[in-house]
């Protein structure tokens, strides 16, 4: 079992609908990142939140420690957001120096 | 500044030779990561640097895998003898200190290798 787990996998919406993206792990963390990568491979860290909540235009990144969950929030959503969306940890169970990565939730949004 | 900058984007090589990528940090970023990313998979950890020291070697980092920050700036990742499951995106990634806690994560486009 992954220490950082995804779902869905796979998203595809239309258009203008509301997107969530969730992330559980299951190790003691210090910070949590919420990355975009889009085709050809170039990431983009979205957020980095390690309590309560952060917002970025249409995005939103939730996190709750107790249960070790996070979600990533898409609002009105655009083809442009079509990418790959990767929730990564900083685990304290491997030392603070190395993110975790989750394997990614690919999403689509269809015009 | 321009961010993280790798190079080669592509490399498309025989099995058995060597390769070497080559990632520039943000300036003034003490600290320099290095990923490998396989198809359909997150990025799994190789190693990093603080300055010029490499301070942690994940296990997937085998002996024909090296990486040096000899000044503290740029560094290079080199794999000897390449193999087919050698196949991946590297990626590599900076940050200033204090991180993780209060630093981003900045990363390069990736290397992208791939062995005959």
């Known amino acids: 079992k992954n220490e950082v787990e995804q779902s869905p996998q796979n998203l595809t919406a239309q258009e203008g609908e509301f997107i969530t993206i969730n992330c559980s792990y299951s190790v003691g963390i210090s910070a949590l990142h919420w990355l975009q990568q889009h085709p050809g491979g170039g990431i983009v860290s979205l957020f980095m939140?390690?309590?309560g909540k952060k917002k970025h235009g249409r995005l939103i990144a939730t996190i709750n420690i107790q249960e070790k969950h996070s979600s990533l929030h898409i609002t009105a959503s655009h083809p442009r957001d079509s990418a790959v969306y990767i929730c990564a940890v900083w685990s304290s169970n491997f030392g603070n120096e190395k993110l975790t990565f989750g394997t990614g939730t690919r999403l689509t949004i269809i015009p | 500044d321009t961010g993280v900058s790798q190079d080669p984007r592509h490399k498309i090589t025989k099995r058995g030779q060597n390769v070497t990528f080559r990632c520039d940090p943000i300036s003034e970023h003490n600290r320099l990561y290095w990923y490998r990313q396989t198809l359909g998979q997150g990025p799994e950890f190789l190693t990093y640097?603080?300055?010029?020291?490499?301070?942690?070697k994940s296990r997937l980092l085998s002996d024909r895998f090296s990486a040096e920050r000899p000044k503290g700036s740029f560094s290079t990742l080199e794999i000897q003898r390449t193999e087919q499951g050698d196949s991946a995106m590297y990626l590599c990634a900076s940050s200033p200190r204090p991180s993780p806690n209060t630093g981003e994560l900045f990363f390069g486009e990736g290397s992208r290798l791939t062995v005959l």
């Open positions: 640097f603080q300055n010029e020291a490499q301070l942690e």
């Open positions: 939140l390690s309590s």
